[in-house]
């Protein structure tokens, strides 16, 4: 059997309003900007991948996305897909940072190879269908809000929340506060500071927080201050998971050396996709660092491919997930299911979400090869 080859390579722009703005330390967000990726092969078969830029992380937007996207595909064309760990350490050779942009092509081409595998991507990473939870999130916002927020997902069948903090030591302990008082002593919470703390003030509020059931803390610090996070650390009884500062294997390498975190939260959008994720995740697993899988402000298409890396990966104990809330008229077909906070992945070979064809024929884009 003669192994496929890339043909044409679509590349669009899709764009929509939240429902509402979100709002974390780091900045406002008011729409979603994210890139579809389609890589088709000469066998008919074609994989989906996408990205979703984070100005304040990744250093990326739509329009850079899309250049980075025009520049990578010809490289592509001509060549087997389903050698995923060539083109993938071809595509880091090629574009230094631009990390989301790099994950779409990753996870088209895992989704391309599964499929002509004839698995989910699940048992392609030689892992198994499991069951398990994402968390919801509670943007920044006052004490009061921010409780009823949690409310009405406790009332949706929550089982762990996550709130955004970041701004004050008394207002964040005064957000905590009020969601732990209106959602009773039981549900766990997760906190994400999103680098808004300085040091002392890390220590201070989440020496206050404990009693409040926190099951972790991410990112108190500054994202390239690995000393002050396993500082924090030493002084914490919360758990310290590292966000921002873990972007590729490298920080992976020295975080674990560090002792400067207890967990991680792997993004393929920062790692440059699955390939690097599923690295990080072998150097967390041989430190003894359990992980979470958590996202940007992707559709449930990425969502879907990041809900089989779950699935493949037992040290993945953890799932941020819900970014598929902020896009009311879904536009993608297949894929991952979520009934109220409980996540199943489908087990269609690939990942098996696409974009609805009445979406996908809107968007603005362009071919490249063909
Ligand atoms: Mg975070």
């Excluded at 071809?90 to 698995?119: M, P, V, W």
């Excluded at 009693?211 to 924090?232: H, K, M, S, T």
């Excluded at 690295?279 to 402000?297: K, L, T, Y």
């Amino acid at each position: 059997m003669s192994a496929p080859h890339i043909t044409h390579i679509d590349i669009c722009k899709y764009r929509v309003p939240f429902p509402e703005p979100i709002e974390f330390a780091l900045g406002r967000i008011t729409h979603s900007a994210t890139i579809f990726l389609r890589i088709h092969a000469d066998n008919g078969l074609y994989g989906m991948g996408e990205a979703s830029p984070d100005p304040w992380i990744t250093g990326e937007t739509q329009d850079i996305c899309f250049a980075a996207a025009r520049y990578l595909a010809p490289h592509l064309l001509g060549k087997d897909p389903t050698a995923v760990t060539a083109r993938t350490a071809e595509i880091d050779s090629l574009l230094l940072h631009n990390s989301s942009t790099r994950c779409a092509f990753d996870l088209a081409l895992y989704d391309l190879a599964a499929k002509q595998a004839g698995l989910p991507l699940y048992a392609y990473l030689g892992g198994e269908k499991r069951s398990f939870v994402t968390d919801f999130t509670l943007w920044l916002d006052t004490p009061e809000r921010m409780a009823t927020a949690a409310l009405a997902y406790q009332q949706a069948r929550a089982v762990v929340l996550k709130m955004k903090v970041g701004t004050s030591r008394e207002d964040d302990v005064a957000r905590v506060q009020a969601v732990r008082a209106a959602v009773g002593p039981e549900m766990p919470l997760r906190i994400d500071a999103n680098q808004g703390w300085d040091e002392d003030t890390a220590v201070g509020v989440l020496r206050e927080l404990v009693g409040c059931n926190i099951e972790f803390c991410e990112q108190p610090v500054a994202y390239r201050d690995f000393e002050a996070l396993a500082r924090v650390r030493a002084q914490s009884v919360i758990p310290i998971m590292a966000d921002e500062s873990l972007l590729d294997q490298v920080d992976a390498e020295r975080l674990a050396a560090m002792g400067a975190c207890d967990l991680f939260n792997i993004k393929p959008g920062k790692a440059g996709g699955l390939h690097n994720a599923l690295a990080i995740e072998a150097i967390a697993r041989q430190a003894g660092i359990s992980c979470m899988v958590g996202v940007f402000d992707e559709t449930r298409l990425a969502l879907s491919a990041y809900a089989h890396f779950i699935c493949a990966r037992p040290n993945i104990l953890y799932a941020d997930l819900d970014s598929y809330l902020v896009y009311p008229d879904d536009p993608i077909s297949g894929g991952v299911i979520f009934d109220g906070p409980h996540v199943i992945v489908s087990d269609t070979p690939g990942h098996g979400a696409d974009v609805r064809e009445d979406v996908w024929e809107r968007l603005e884009g362009t071919v490249v090869g063909g």
